[in-house]
C-alpha cells in the first residue's frame, strides 16, 4: 500500500514538472520578435499603454519611446492634456508583461522589473536587467512587449495623427504595403483633451528601419512565466505537506489541510475520473489531480491584487488542450479510430462527408476546451476593470468629481459581485476542464463497435 502511494505521489510530480515545463517553455517562445518571416508585410504594433508612463501602469515609465523621440507621455501635447483610451488601460492589466507592476505609491510606481533574454543572430545572446537597460541600447526599442533591433533610434518616418489626418492615413498605409519587412510601426495612442475641453483621438506612429537579416528571439520569463513558477512552488508545498501528514498520521482520520484535500482529491477521483475512464482511473489520477489544482490555484491567484491572468493566457489554455489532444491519441482504439475514419453502417456514399465532420469534431474538442477556459477567466478580468473604470468614464478622468463620486457605490457595489462569482468560476472552470478532458478520453478508450451501440439505443428506446 505504502509502495503504491509512493508510486503515486511520484507520478502527481511527474504530471505536475510536464504541465508546469510546456507552460512555462510555450509562454516563452511564443514572445518572438524580429524575423523575415514576422515582417513579411512590415509590422504595426499598437502600443497606446506607453502615452500613460507617469500613471504607473508602465514600469518603466521614462524608458519607453520618449527616449527616441516619441510624443510626450500623458504630460500633454502642445500644451494640451493627453489621456489614456479606457480599452487601452483594460488591455494592459489583462496582458503579459516583463515588468510586473503591483502597485503605486503616489506617483512612485511598485513593480517588478524582469530580465530580458534575447538571442540576436547577428550579436549571439544577450541579457539585459530590465526594460530600462534593454532600450538604452543604441540598437533596440520596445513597444507593447516586443521588441526590434533597428539600425537608428532615430524614427526614418513620423506622422503625427494618423487618426484625423485622412493624407498621414492613406500614406502610412502604402508605407505598411511596400515595406516588405524594413520597417517597425510603432503607434502612440490617446485622447488629447482641448482648450475648450473637447476631446480629440490622437494616433502618432513613428517608423523604425529594421536591421535587415537579423533574426531576434525573447527566450525571457515573463509576468506569466514567473507566476507559473509561484503556483508551481505552491502546489509542491501543499502536497508535501500533504504526503508527509498521511505519513504522520497513517491510520488516523485526516485533519486541517489534510482533511479539506482529502475531499477535493477523492472528488476528483469519484466524480471526475472514474464515471469516465473505464476502470483505469487509477493510472489517470495523478495527471487529473494536477490538472484539476494546476487550473484552480492559477484562478485563484488571479483573483489576488497581483495582476495574475494565467489561465486568461491563450498560450497556456492551447498547451492544456494539447495534452489532452495528445492523451486522446495515445489512449485510442483501432474502434475509435474507424468510426472516424470509416464510420461503420453508414452508407458508403456518405463516408467522405462523415469524415469530415468526425475530423473536425476530433479537433474542435481540444480547441472548445483552451477557448472555454480563456474566455471564462479572462470575461471576469475585463468586467471587473470595465466597473472600475466606470468611475473615470463618468469622472470625465478627474475633471467631473460628482459624476466619479455619483457611480462610485454602485461600481464597487458590482464590482464585489462578480469577484464574489469569479470566486465560484476559478472552481468550476478548473472541475470543467478536467471533467470534459476525462470524458474525452474515455471516448477514445471505448472498444465497443458501432452496430453494437445503436443496438443498445434501440433495446434501450423499446423498453422506454
Not at 215 to 233: P, R
Amino acid at each position: 500500500m505504502k509502495r503504491k502511494m509512493r508510486s503515486r505521489i511520484s507520478s502527481f510530480y511527474l504530471s505536475l514538472a510536464v504541465i508546469l515545463g510546456l507552460a512555462f517553455s510555450l509562454n516563452t517562445s511564443s514572445l518572438q520578435a524580429q524575423g523575415h518571416e514576422d515582417h513579411a508585410h512590415g509590422d504595426t504594433v499598437h502600443a497606446g499603454h506607453d502615452a500613460h508612463a507617469t500613471t504607473g501602469h508602465d514600469a518603466h515609465a521614462t524608458t519607453g519611446h520618449d527616449a527616441h523621440g516619441g510624443m510626450e507621455a500623458a504630460g500633454g501635447h502642445g500644451g494640451e492634456e493627453l489621456e489614456d483610451e479606457i480599452s487601452d488601460v483594460i488591455i494592459h492589466h489583462v496582458m503579459d508583461t516583463h515588468d510586473w507592476h503591483l502597485a503605486d505609491v503616489g506617483e512612485t510606481p511598485i513593480a517588478l522589473h524582469l530580465p530580458w533574454i534575447l538571442y540576436n543572430s547577428k550579436t549571439g545572446l544577450e541579457f539585459f536587467s530590465s526594460t530600462h537597460s534593454l532600450v538604452e541600447n543604441a540598437n533596440y526599442i520596445e513597444s507593447h512587449d516586443k521588441v526590434y533591433y533597428v539600425s537608428s533610434k532615430e524614427p526614418k518616418y513620423t506622422f503625427h495623427n494618423v487618426a484625423t489626418d485622412a493624407g498621414e492615413k492613406a500614406e502610412l498605409n502604402a508605407l505598411v504595403k511596400e515595406s516588405q519587412g524594413k520597417y517597425a510601426f510603432v503607434h502612440h495612442k490617446g485622447i488629447k483633451r482641448l482648450a475648450d475641453g473637447k476631446k480629440e483621438k490622437v494616433d502618432h506612429v513613428e517608423v523604425f528601419e529594421l536591421v535587415q537579416g537579423a533574426t531576434l528571439i525573447d527566450l525571457s520569463l515573463t509576468k506569466t512565466g514567473l507566476q507559473i513558477l509561484i503556483v508551481a512552488i505552491v502546489m509542491f508545498l501543499i502536497f508535501t505537506s500533504v504526503a508527509r501528514a498521511y505519513k504522520k498520521r497513517d491510520g488516523l482520520a485526516p485533519k486541517g489541510l489534510q482533511g479539506f484535500m482529502e475531499v477535493v482529491i477523492l472528488f476528483v477521483r469519484d466524480d471526475v475520473t472514474k464515471p469516465y475512464l473505464h476502470g483505469k482511473h487509477e493510472r489517470f489520477l495523478p495527471y487529473f489531480l494536477t490538472l484539476f489544482f494546476f487550473i484552480w490555484f492559477s484562478n485563484m491567484f488571479g483573483l489576488t491584487p497581483l495582476s495574475s491572468n494565467i489561465a486568461g493566457n491563450t498560450t497556456i489554455t492551447i498547451m492544456l488542450a494539447m495534452l489532452t489532444l495528445i492523451l486522446i491519441v495515445l489512449n485510442s482504439t483501432k474502434d475509435f479510430w474507424m468510426h472516424i475514419l470509416w464510420f461503420p453502417g453508414v452508407p458508403i456514399w456518405m463516408k467522405p462527408l462523415m469524415l469530415v465532420v468526425e475530423l473536425m469534431g476530433f479537433f474542435t474538442k481540444p480547441a472548445a476546451l483552451a477557448i472555454r477556459l480563456f474566455a471564462n477567466i479572462s470575461a471576469g478580468h475585463f468586467m471587473v476593470l470595465a466597473l472600475i473604470c466606470l468611475i473615470f468614464i463618468l469622472g470625465d478622468n478627474g475633471h467631473s468629481t460628482a459624476g466619479a463620486i455619483t457611480i462610485m457605490p454602485l461600481s464597487v457595489a458590482f464590482s464585489l459581485f462578480i469577484f464574489a462569482v469569479e470566486l465560484l468560476v476559478a472552481a468550476v472552470q478548473a472541475f470543467v476542464f478536467s471533467l470534459l478532458t476525462a470524458v474525452f478520453i474515455g471516448q477514445a478508450m471505448e472498444t465497443h463497435g458501432h452496430d453494437e451501440h445503436h443496438d443498445e439505443h434501440a433495446e434501450v428506446a423499446a423498453h422506454h
